[in-house]
């Protein structure tokens, strides 16, 4: 029983640093503090709202996470358990609104933001202790502007207002729109008739197909060594004992195929013998269609 009690504790306690770990990687990304005609919340109205970002390459489950304004409360709102939206898939962007309004749902929180001044917001983790990113956006952010990280999920901010394509307000999308692969374009520069690509194509083909080989030819020599062993074994014999010029050789295709042939003819001439005679009973299913009343006619009455 103290054996069984150890295990789960231990279990517990390797699940809550996972879970702890886990959340390391959500990010406060985007903030706007005074929304006149940006982003709408589910009850139509224009609310100030923080955007997170799960930065994992896996799902992120953010319930029991706290989101505060004020350090010495770091428990002011906790996200609410049991609903599946706070499950935030990989590289996926969520919004919370400050409109001190937490019966509205799980994605109203319980404080708002005051334009004009510095406002802090910090996520906690459950222990409502563990601070896990935190930031401060400057009073001079102007309305229906954000203050938001350039790269999701990376260390520099910026104030967008929508003045450049580069400025826009991202609110659940990627606060940088990337349209193509640098990778890629640099490879089609230096390569623009394809003639590399295709070399390096053939190279990992012909590559793979020469270490299938070896990988066959490796295991081709590892069963014909455990066939020398058995073959000796039957004779009472050890392979070490044997000198190797006469040790038996591993059986041919030949010889693997006229046992084959040989077993089942041995296993199927039972009914080629002539001193046994099988009999198999035939059972057919009753039907009343195919029953012989059925068959009969009645003699027709004048």
Known sequence: MKKIIL????????????????????????????????????????????????SAFSPLEISSVYITNDKSNPKKYPVPLGDHRTEMGTRQHLIFYADSMPTRGTFHMSFALIPGQDNWIGIFDAD????????????????NASYARIEDGGDNWEIRDGSTPDLYVTPMGANQIVDENQRVKVFAERDASGG???????????????????????????????????????????????????????????????????????????????????????????????????????????
């Open 196 to 302: 590399a690509l295709t070399v390096m194509a053939m190279c990992i083909v012909f590559s793979a197909l020469l270490i299938l080989c070896i990988c066959f030819y490796i295991i081709g020599r590892i069963n014909r060594k455990l066939a020398q062993r058995r073959k000796l074994m039957a004779h009472g014999s050890e392979i070490r004992e044997v000198p190797r010029a006469e040790r038996p050789d591993a059986d041919s295709g030949e010889v693997i195929a006229a046992i084959a042939m040989a077993l089942n003819e041995h296993l199927d001439a039972h009914d080629r013998e002539s001193t046994i005679l099988t009999i198999n009973k035939v059972r057919r299913a009753y039907s009343p269609w195919s029953s012989k009343i059925y068959g009969l006619r009645e003699t027709p009455r004048h």
């Open 128 to 143: 409502g202790q563990t601070l896990i990113d935190e930031v401060t956006i400057p009073a001079s952010l102007p309305a």
């Open 7 to 54: 295990i789960l504790a231990v279990a517990v306690a390797c699940s809550a640093s996972i879970s702890a770990q886990g959340r390391k990687d959500l990010r406060i990304n985007e903030v706007m503090v005074q929304n006149t005609n940006n982003v709408i919340d589910d009850y139509g109205e224009h609310r100030a709202w923080v955007e997170l970002f799960n």
